[in-house]
């Protein structure tokens, strides 16, 4: 767990400096849910996305890809359930005219969303958060999706609606995908893209916004499985947030209760992570059962039954469903990340101290913010450094060596400042190492690597340099 205790608004202040996440739309005031990644923003998610392709889909023999599109058939969602079903109970107050998600309302007020079949009632008590009103509205179901027309005529037989999730584009191209990959059951088809939800009450930052990314996977298996390879698709994505730097006492799991699984499923675990916000959800695994499939075959007339020419078996596979947002673990990594720190001034024997949230340094000491990213999800991986930017000769070096290294990883090449700035400014976007030519390097062909969570440095031959980083980063 990252020990700092690092608040929403101070990791939010250092995004939008440094150019990780901005408001989308901001020069016209903003759009409320909706977020725009900057430079650094996006290769953090691309780092996200490309660790998540590999491991669930490159490396493995079982798993292949698919990218479908966004605006779908409308008769995906009836079959889904999406349209009938996916709905959030909704509740105004009649005084600040503030509208809420009841369920979240009423949680925040330390009660229950009483439920009685397809309707909601509020329990007795329940006050507007934003100026404590009792005078609100009775919940009611507001269906989740955006609605928009196909073509030019704006009438009920052109609504089509943007995904909510990706997954039901899988289901869609099950027998495609089946008849041409070579597959067979067990066998899982992934997809990463955009899903569009109309949430009530965006909030938390980036947690909770109406336009996201998802990675969903969908695994498809033989009936009576289900338990197993449940079992086995959490333990593995709990090991891959621990690859891409989570540490594992900041993660912990739900595990469904029955009584709140779909009456479908037979199991879900939801992967938690301890925002400073609270302890949320980052991906939800679920034993599906045959539902989306069964579903699909009944709406659209279409067999989505599997045949195993070994056992002379024909069935309808059951499904384990692991499904992560890009935006949630990008913004886990940056609350994990941050963190500020005292350094000693002139004093190499003295250590390192964690800041204390919203105190001065002590005296003797110098502040900075540090992003520690792993490695494998840092946005830029080496930054690149003459020594003094009046030398021609280091910086001739310097430049060529950055020209080899981007080749291979984002990286940042900088003259400007003294040497101690520069490296502060990359502590504060997470670049684990600092490459810096000097005179030495003229004579011996070798640099300074510094280290930015230890902050030591080491000299070596650039041809070992090279090897290392490949070693570390590739
Ligand atoms: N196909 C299953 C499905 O969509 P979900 O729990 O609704 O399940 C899966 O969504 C993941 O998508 C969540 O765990 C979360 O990471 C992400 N997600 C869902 N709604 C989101 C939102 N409004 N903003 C950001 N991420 C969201």
């Given at each position: 767990?990252n020990?700092?205790?690092v608040t929403?608004?101070?990791?939010?202040?250092?995004?939008?400096?440094r150019?990780?996440?901005f408001?989308?739309?901001?020069?016209?005031?903003?759009?409320?849910?909706f977020?725009?990644?900057?430079p650094?923003?996006c290769?953090l998610?691309r780092?996200?996305?490309n660790?998540w392709?590999k491991?669930?889909?490159?490396c493995r023999?079982d798993v292949?890809g698919?990218?479908s599109?966004i605006?779908m058939h409308?008769?995906?969602?009836e079959?889904?359930?999406h349209?009938?079903g996916?709905?959030d109970?909704m509740v105004?107050?009649k005084?600040c005219?503030?509208r809420?998600?009841?369920?979240?309302?009423?949680?925040?007020?330390?009660?229950k969303?009483i439920?009685?079949?397809?309707?909601?009632?509020?329990p007795e008590?329940m006050?507007c958060?934003?100026?404590?009103?009792?005078?609100?509205t009775?919940p009611?179901?507001f269906n989740?999706?955006?609605?928009?027309f196909?073509g030019?005529?704006?009438?009920?037989?052109?609504?089509?609606?943007?995904?909510?999730?990706?997954a039901?584009?899988?289901?869609?191209?099950?027998t495609?995908?089946?008849?041409?990959?070579?597959q067979k059951?067990?066998f899982g088809?992934a997809?990463?893209?955009?899903a569009?939800r109309?949430e009530?009450?965006?909030?938390n930052y980036?947690f909770?916004?109406?336009?996201f990314?998802?990675?969903e996977?969908?695994?498809f298996i033989?009936?009576g499985?289900?338990a197993?390879?449940?079992e086995?698709?959490v333990n593995?994505r709990?090991r891959?947030?621990?690859?891409?730097g989570?540490?594992?006492?900041?993660?912990t799991?739900?595990v469904?209760?029955?009584?709140?699984l779909?009456?479908y499923?037979?199991?879900c675990?939801?992967v938690m992570?301890a925002?400073?916000?609270?302890?949320?959800?980052?991906e939800?695994?679920?034993?599906?059962?045959?539902?989306?499939?069964?579903?699909?075959q009944?709406?659209?007339?279409k067999p989505?039954?599997y045949f195993?020419?070994?056992?002379?078996?024909?069935?309808?596979?059951?499904?384990?469903?692991?499904?992560?947002?890009?935006?949630r673990?990008?913004?886990?990594?940056?609350?994990?990340?941050?963190?500020?720190?005292w350094?000693p001034?002139?004093n190499?024997?003295?250590e390192?101290?964690?800041?204390?949230p919203?105190?001065q340094?002590p005296?003797g000491?110098?502040?900075?913010t540090?992003?520690?990213?792993?490695p494998?999800?840092?946005?830029?991986k080496v930054?690149?450094?003459?020594l003094?930017?009046?030398k021609?000769?280091l910086?001739?070096k310097?430049?060529?060596?950055?020209?080899?290294?981007?080749r291979y990883?984002?990286?940042f090449?900088?003259v400007?400042?003294?040497i101690?700035r520069r490296?502060?400014r990359?502590d504060e976007?997470g670049t684990?190492?600092?490459?810096?030519?000097?005179?030495?390097?003229?004579?011996?062909?070798t640099?300074?690597?510094r280290?930015?969570?230890?902050?030591k440095?080491?000299?070596?031959k650039i041809?070992?340099?090279?090897?290392?980083l490949?070693k570390?980063?590739?």
């Open positions: 767990m020990p700092y205790k929403l608004d101070s990791l939010a202040s250092l995004c939008k400096r150019g990780f996440i408001q989308s739309s901001e020069i016209y005031g903003g759009i409320n849910g977020w725009d990644y900057g650094l923003g290769e998610k780092n996200i996305r660790a392709w491991d669930v889909v490159q023999d292949v698919l990218d599109s605006i409308p008769k995906i969602w079959a889904s359930g349209i009938g996916f709905a109970p105004d107050c005084v005219k503030k809420f998600r009841a369920d979240q309302l009423c949680e925040e007020q330390g009660a969303l439920t009685e079949g397809s309707t909601f009632r509020l008590g006050k958060s934003a100026c404590g009103s009792k005078d609100l009775t009611k179901a989740l999706m955006f609605k928009t196909v030019p005529v704006e009438d009920e037989s052109a609504v089509a609606y943007l995904r909510p999730e990706t039901q584009g899988i289901f869609a191209q099950f495609n995908v089946l008849s041409t990959s070579r059951v067990p088809i997809q990463i893209g955009k569009f109309n009530i009450n965006p909030r980036t909770r916004s109406r336009e990314e998802q990675m996977l969908e695994f033989k009936p499985t289900d197993e390879w449940h086995y698709w593995e709990l891959w947030y621990g690859s891409i989570l540490p594992a006492d900041s993660l799991r739900y469904y209760p029955k009584e709140e779909a009456h499923a037979s199991a675990v939801d992570f925002f400073p916000f609270g302890v949320q959800e980052l939800g695994i679920a034993a599906r059962g045959n539902f989306d499939l069964s579903r699909h009944e709406f659209s007339g989505q039954d195993n020419q070994e056992t002379n078996e024909k069935f309808i596979p059951h499904v384990v469903e692991p499904s992560a947002g890009v935006d673990i990008a913004l886990a990594l940056l609350c994990n990340a941050y963190r500020e720190e350094l001034k002139d190499e024997a003295a390192i101290i964690l800041a204390e919203g105190k340094a005296a000491y110098e502040a900075r540090v992003m520690g990213f792993a494998r999800i840092a946005p830029v930054a690149v450094f003459p003094l930017k009046n021609p000769e910086v001739e310097a430049r060529s060596l950055f020209t080899d290294y981007r990883w984002p990286c090449y900088d400007t400042g003294a101690g490296y502060r990359q976007i684990p190492f600092g490459v810096t030519v000097d005179f030495q390097t003229l004579q011996d062909d640099v300074t690597l280290d930015r969570d230890t902050m440095q080491e000299r070596l041809v070992d340099l090279g090897a290392f490949h570390t980063l590739d």
